[in-house]
């Protein structure tokens, strides 16, 4: 059973049509029960990284989603991405999960913000995420904060004039910066193997 935590900032039930859609056992939930027996967990995310920060933190589930995510496959996507990471600027400096080393900060590029569309893959590491993923396939971005991190934690980035990181982690830790549920076949690619891992 994967559990989409439910903290009050997400496209919980997008997510949720697509696992559906692969049949995938899944609950949307905050109960810490529901997050501790789930085979796999999912943090998605919509808006900005310190208001996110305060839900979980007023959800009370900081500590245990640090706990679990080390214990089970758990992928953020989107904002639920940044969230892994250390440090968040934007609007003010706030503290992450610290799931992963690294910064998010403002797309450094000429193109326009946000970094809004369809753009392709390219592969930096082997990752269980990508099995049956060309290099090359598109999927879908709504984002205008980029995280920054070490070379061994990225999977894949995407070219929008400057690196970003599209698909970032370790151990079982993942996090996409596009939003799987939205990015046609290759997403739900991406999102079945993350299932399988959770069986």
């Given at each position: 059973m994967?559990?989409?935590?439910?903290?009050?900032?997400?496209?919980?039930?997008?997510?949720?049509?697509?696992?559906?859609?692969?049949?995938?056992?899944?609950?949307?939930?905050?109960?810490?029960?529901?997050?501790?027996?789930?085979?796999?967990?999912?943090?998605?995310?919509?808006?900005?990284?310190?208001?996110?920060?305060?839900?979980?933190?007023?959800?009370?589930?900081?500590?245990?989603?640090?706990?679990?995510?080390?214990r089970?496959?758990?992928?953020?996507?989107?904002?639920?991405?940044?969230?892994?990471?250390e440090?968040?600027?934007?609007?003010?400096?706030?503290?992450?999960?610290?799931?992963?080393?690294?910064?998010?900060?403002?797309?450094?590029?000429?193109?326009?913000?946000?970094?809004?569309?369809?753009?392709?893959?390219e592969?930096?590491?082997?990752?269980?995420?990508?099995?049956?993923?060309?290099?090359g396939?598109?999927?879908?971005f709504?984002?205008?904060?980029?995280?920054?991190?070490?070379?061994?934690?990225?999977?894949?980035?995407?070219?929008?004039?400057?690196?970003?990181?599209?698909?970032?982690?370790?151990g079982?830790?993942?996090?996409?910066q596009?939003?799987?549920?939205?990015?046609?076949?290759?997403?739900?690619?991406?999102?079945?193997?993350?299932?399988?891992?959770?069986?």
């Amino acid at each position: 059973m994967i559990t989409i935590i439910d903290y009050g900032a997400g496209n919980l039930f997008s997510v949720q049509n697509a696992l559906n859609y692969l049949g995938l056992e899944n609950r949307v939930s905050r109960d810490p029960a529901d997050i501790r027996s789930a085979s796999g967990l999912i943090l998605p995310g919509v808006g900005a990284f310190p208001d996110a920060m305060r839900m979980l933190n007023a959800a009370g589930l900081t500590a245990l989603i640090r706990e679990e995510a080390r214990r089970k496959p758990f992928l953020g996507i989107c904002l639920g991405m940044q969230l892994l990471f250390e440090t968040g600027y934007e609007f003010e400096e706030t503290a992450g999960l610290g799931l992963l080393p690294g910064t998010v900060e403002k797309i450094e590029t000429p193109f326009k913000i946000p970094h809004m569309g369809w753009n392709s893959l390219e592969f930096r590491r082997p990752c269980p995420l990508l099995e049956g993923v060309s290099e090359g396939e598109s999927v879908y971005f709504v984002h205008s904060f980029q995280a920054r991190t070490e070379p061994d934690c990225l999977y894949a980035v995407c070219d929008y004039g400057a690196e970003i990181p599209a698909l970032v982690g370790k151990g079982t830790v993942f996090g996409a910066q596009f939003h799987p549920e939205k990015s046609g076949e290759t997403g739900l690619t991406i999102l079945r193997n993350f299932g399988r891992l959770t069986t």
